[in-house]
Every structure is written in structure tokens, then in C-alpha cells.
């Protein structure tokens, strides 16, 4: 008795085999896509962070002294930004703060620019799952092609 690899016949298995080629290369560039995509936003994010000249504050509790051009640095600082503008306004919140308190405008402030870097995290963040869904189509459209070719 001989080993053979056995095969099923299947009606239209050729014209399927190259719907899933096909389906495969799509979701390739796709993938490729999203990958440039991705790294694309994160170097604009990275480089408009970087050319506001933000330094990380010195009593952070990470990253003191750094340019902020990284989602980690930009969290540092707005949590930072926090912790300045509760101590300004005796750990009250904007809307805690009675309308005519003079710290009520330093905790404002500080809310707009903790609210700026957060939105810059975001996209930091938005812009590595993309990266990463780009990946995973990549491998998945390599895995179509290559059931398709056996």
C-alpha cells in the first residue's frame, strides 16, 4: 500500500482557487494601505506635537525635561497640567470653582491644553491600530494567496 496525497475533486475548484488569489491580493494592498496610512498620521502627529516646542514639566512624574513629540510625553504633561491647575485652584475642578474665582481662568486653561494633548494620544493611538489592522490584513491576504496557490 502506498502513501498518496489525496485530493478532492471539486466542481469549479479552479475558478474559486483564483476568486480567493484575487480576494487575497485586495486585501494585500489593503493591508498595505492601512499601514501607510497609519504611519503617515503618526509622523504628522509626532511632527505638529514637535513643532509646538512643548517640554515636558520638570516636576513630571516621567519624561521630565523632554521635547513632547510622543504619546507618552504628551500624557505626562497633561497629567501634569492637572496636577498644576488643582493645585492653583485648591483641587477644585472648572465647574467647582465659583464663576468670579480668578483661578477659574488657570483651570480652564489647563483643561484646553490637558484636552489638546489627550486628542494628540488619541491619534497616537489611532494611528498604531491601523498600523496593526494593516499587519494583520497583510497576513491574512499572504494566508488567502497561499491556500489558493496549494
Excluded at 46 to 68: C, N
Excluded at 103 to 130: D, I, Y
Excluded at 131 to 140: A, M, P, T
Amino acid at each position: 500500500m502506498s502513501s498518496s496525497t489525496v485530493r478532492p475533486s471539486i466542481p469549479g475548484t479552479p475558478e474559486r482557487l483564483h476568486s480567493v488569489s484575487v480576494i487575497g491580493t485586495l486585501v494585500v494592498v489593503f493591508g498595505i494601505i492601512m499601514i501607510l496610512a497609519g504611519g503617515f498620521t503618526w509622523y504628522q502627529v509626532q511632527s505638529q506635537l514637535a513643532s509646538e516646542k512643548i517640554t515636558v514639566s520638570a516636576d513630571a512624574s516621567m519624561f521630565a525635561g523632554q521635547a513632547v513629540d510622543t504619546p507618552w510625553e504628551a500624557y505626562s504633561e497633561a497629567e501634569t497640567i492637572e496636577k498644576h491647575a488643582l493645585a492653583a485652584s485648591g483641587g477644585k475642578t472648572y465647574a467647582e470653582l465659583p464663576q468670579d474665582d480668578p483661578n477659574r481662568q488657570v483651570v480652564m486653561t489647563g483643561s484646553f491644553l490637558r484636552a489638546s494633548l489627550f486628542t494628540s494620544v488619541l491619534a497616537f493611538g489611532v494611528a498604531f491600530m491601523a498600523i496593526g489592522v494593516g499587519i494583520v490584513l497583510v497576513l491574512v491576504g499572504v494566508g488567502f494567496r497561499r491556500v489558493a496557490r496549494a
